[in-house]
């Protein structure tokens, strides 16, 4: 058994032993998207291994030697093997001494395995062959909200792809990306251009600058083409739970929550995409219940990851089917009368496919039938689910029927894994309604897409509870036979875990979640690790999660500063430290409180929230010790009443390119709101003029500083360097010299003159940046000309 599929067996039993059945329950889900991915074992997406750039190294064994041998001549530097005729060299990466073994993209096993099951139409073989055999096209796609995502979208039609239209690169016209026919609002493109091509071409680099920047930022996100399938057919919407029961690496985990936050028309806080992919996506995890599993043999993936070519096998379907079909059950035992589940693998396997839905529609006895999404991605070509297959072993033998395994292969082999006998059974379930996605039809990856509606409880759910002091009936002994194996190492996956809490049915159990949550709380609001059962030899002991009590002090002064307004939950409000001066300030959503106040004993939360205000380093001198933070002031925005200046686009521009411009550089409508400001942090809001349609049609909101003749905003490099862009500035990071900020001033902006200058340098420095953050606006832009040249450089904090 390969370490993935072990790992994800081993993650299993460990549910298992815990038992879901004994835990307290987290109520019902409207929406749930069970996706089984690919585990990576440390390698590349090319399957490269991190062999010199990190990873561990073999130990160092001295051999005993005589004499050191004399120095030899300097060999001369190996060179990369030279690619085979017709192919081409970047397929498979190389080393950086010398060029790694090709790995030849055949499978004999593979090839006789799905010509056998003929999931191919006829004819097209060669074509599905071929089209595994090339690299698969980068695709991404458009996050954020509603006008956010069309800003985005003008900006790559109308200035980048246009650029590459007529462009020619060593003789080639360069291939414009193109649309998914398929993905809503032409949110999602594809591209077959390479790394080598963008660094050929001025302007390929820039478009490569701005796709790195705007995915480092969160605005577009690279996303495989078929992993965006599963969240549209999930057809969720804002006011549904949504439970992902394979949320690894986190694609479709973004994608389902710009979908529950579909109704906000606010631009997307680009840092809290940042702060997600930075600490593994726990805060998505804890507020919707993610659960994070590996699994899946992933030979749909061949395109990309090619070291599947020499290590696929039979074996890895037939192991992982059990576990799979486990997970399934489970998600249609959570999943709330009407809602839907969308089960969705990397895999072309009917193994892991339309066997796990069979086997989970037969023992659903009806609770479950397959929705008919034919038409609800116009565009988008598959293949119908097959409703007939076989089972192979490892070394080629096939069985048809489940009566034909020979008893020394029920450890490895399961009933399960083959279609229902019944006809009228087998074809009541629909299978055809399975979507499989074959690469050479629209040079894509292999992918399968199955959505089940939940029409009633599941049958273990709706059995009559037992009375209090009834004798509880033995269970009969389990006979050995070819029905029932008693091999203790392949428990039969068809049996679902939770038969032990039967006689409680969906509603009973929410109820009793609900009961457990209102009614419990822990002591001091203080959500830390779980004691430790043994010394840990690696890691490091995480600070607990506290939250601010309601008579606490520290709130009174924020609450008056900014006039928040009475409906603002503070009770949602956390830090990370009990005892000396709380330095960030954290804010959760009521149901996340819940998860974090009574679970600290059953789960260690590595990181949750967003940050809303951090402390300054001079608080004391001013009415508010905090200011806010950009990270998250969307979320805190519609609370605040006061401190709110609003700015022009103009005004913008020179906030978000110079370090601390003084008042006379801005408009008079924005110095007219700030000169009655105290010191301190505020709010800066563009509202767009849908009068004037050439300029940037989103609204914007910027945490800043009012210093003593100055404005300074704080916002990381590139979130700045996307609304530059989004106001058609050309704009390119600059690496930081001391302190100095590098940007050309747009028309009619002049340097401060010396008596403002002076008075400003006096001024005292109020509030730092986080050390996490860089807040400095190190970018070159290229504006109009203006008569004064660059500004001089001033003072690197807020005045």
């Not at 071929?130 to 069309?150: D, N, V």
């Not at 990309?304 to 037939?318: A, F, Q, Y």
């Not at 959500?527 to 009590?549: A, T």
Request: proline share 9%.
């Amino acid at each position: 058994m390969g370490e993935g599929a072990r790992g994800a067996g081993e993650g299993a039993t460990a549910g298992r032993r815990q038992g879901p059945g004994g835990q307290r329950r987290e109520g019902r889900t409207s929406r749930l998207a069970v996706t089984v991915a690919r585990s990576g074992r440390g390698t590349s997406p090319g399957g490269c291994c991190w062999a010199r750039g990190g990873g561990a190294r073999p130990p160092c064994v001295r051999k005993p030697t005589a004499a050191p041998p004399a120095r030899a001549a300097p060999a001369a530097p190996r060179r990369p093997a030279p690619a085979p005729e017709g192919r081409d060299a970047s397929v498979v990466p190389q080393g950086w001494e010398g060029g790694y073994p090709e790995i030849v993209k055949e499978n004999k096993l593979f090839e006789h395995y799905y010509q056998e099951l003929k999931i191919v139409p006829e004819g097209e073989w060669d074509q599905f062959m071929e089209a595994l055999r090339e690299p698969l096209p980068a695709t991404l796609r458009i996050t954020g909200y509603k006008s956010h995502a069309k800003e985005i979208l003008h900006c790559l039609k109308n200035k980048y792809f246009k650029e590459l239209e007529d462009l020619e690169v060593d003789g080639q016209k360069v291939e414009v990306p193109q649309p998914l026919s398929w993905y809503p609002e032409e949110l999602a493109w594809h591209t077959n251009l390479s790394r080598k091509i963008l660094r050929k071409s001025p302007q390929l680099e820039k478009f490569h600058q701005f796709l790195v920047s705007e995915t480092e930022s969160g605005n577009i996100s690279r996303q495989e083409a078929v992993s965006m399938i599963p969240p549209l057919l999930l057809n969720a919407h804002p006011h549904h739970k949504i439970l992902d029961m394979c949320a690894a690496p986190g694609s479709k985990t973004t994608q389902l929550i710009e979908m529950l936050h579909a109704d906000m028309n606010v631009p997307f806080p680009g840092m809290l995409w940042t702060a997600l992919w930075r600490v593994g996506m726990p805060l998505c995890w804890v507020v919707f219940k993610f659960l994070n599993i590996f699994l899946s043999s992933g030979d749909g993936t061949m395109r990309k990851n090619i070291d599947v070519w020499k290590k696929w096998t039979t074996l890895n379907s037939l192991q992982l089917h059990g576990l799979q079909l486990r997970i399934a059950t489970r998600g249609a035992e959570q999943l709330v009368e009407g809602g839907r589940m969308v089960y969705s693998t990397c895999s072309l396997n009917p193994i892991e496919d339309e066997a796990v839905i069979a086997s989970l529609l037969e023992k659903s006895e009806g609770a479950l039938e397959l929705a008919d999404v034919s038409s609800e991605l116009p565009g988008l070509k598959w293949m119908p689910g097959i409703t007939h297959w076989k089972v192979m072993t490892k070394d080629g033998q096939w069985f048809t029927e489940w009566e034909g395994v020979p008893h020394s292969r029920h450890t490895q082999i399961r009933p399960t894994m083959f279609p229902p006998k019944d006809p009228e059974k087998l074809q009541a379930m629909h299978l055809e309604r399975c979507l499989r996605i074959l690469p050479h039809h629209q040079n894509t990856g292999g992918f399968f897409v199955a959505v089940l509606v939940k029409k009633s409880s599941m049958p273990w759910n709706k059995r009559p509870p037992k009375l209090q002091g009834e004798p509880v009936e033995p269970r009969e002994p389990v006979r050995s036979s070819p029905a029932h194996p008693t091999e203790g190492a392949a428990a039969d996956p068809a049996e679902p875990e939770s038969k032990a809490v039967s006689g409680l049915d969906d509603t009973d159990i929410t109820e009793r979640t609900e009961n457990v949550e209102n009614s419990g709380s822990k002591k001091d609001g203080v959500c830390g690790p779980p004691p430790s059962k043994k010394m840990k030899l690696f890691g490091f002991k995480e600070d607990p999660f506290v939250f601010i009590p309601e008579d606490d002090p520290l709130f009174p002064p924020i609450q008056k500063f900014y006039a928040l307004d009475p409906s603002f939950p503070k009770m949602n409000l956390l830090t990370r430290t009990t005892e000396g001066k709380k330095r960030q300030l954290y804010m959760v959503s009521k149901e996340l409180r819940n998860v974090l106040v009574n679970n600290s004993e059953r789960m260690k939360v590595i990181n949750t929230g967003i940050k809303v205000w951090c402390r300054n380093n001079s608080g004391e001198d001013f009415d508010c010790a905090f200011r806010l933070a950009q990270e998250g002031i969307y979320t805190l925005y519609p609370f605040i009443k006061s401190r709110i200046i609003t700015v022009s686009i103009e005004d913008v521009k020179i906030l978000l390119t110079q370090e601390n411009p003084f008042f006379r550089k801005l408009s008079s409508e924005t110095y007219s709101q700030a000169k009655d400001l105290a010191k301190g942090s505020i709010v800066l809001k563009y509202e767009p003029d849908p009068t004037k349609p050439d300029t940037l049609q989103c609204p914007i909101v910027l945490c800043g500083w009012r210093g003593k003749a100055s404005i300074r905003t704080f916002v990381p490099k590139n979130e700045r360097l996307h609304y530059l862009r989004m106001m058609g500035l050309e704009v390119s990071a600059e690496k930081k010299k001391e302190g100095t900020v590098v940007a050309q001033q747009s028309a009619g902006s002049c340097g401060p003159p010396g008596d403002e200058a002076s008075a400003e340098h006096g001024a005292e420095p109020a509030a730092s940046a986080d050390s996490s953050e860089d807040m400095s606006p190190d970018v070159s832009v290229d504006a109009a000309p203006g008569p004064s040249g660059p500004a001089p450089a001033e003072a690197a904090l807020p005045r």
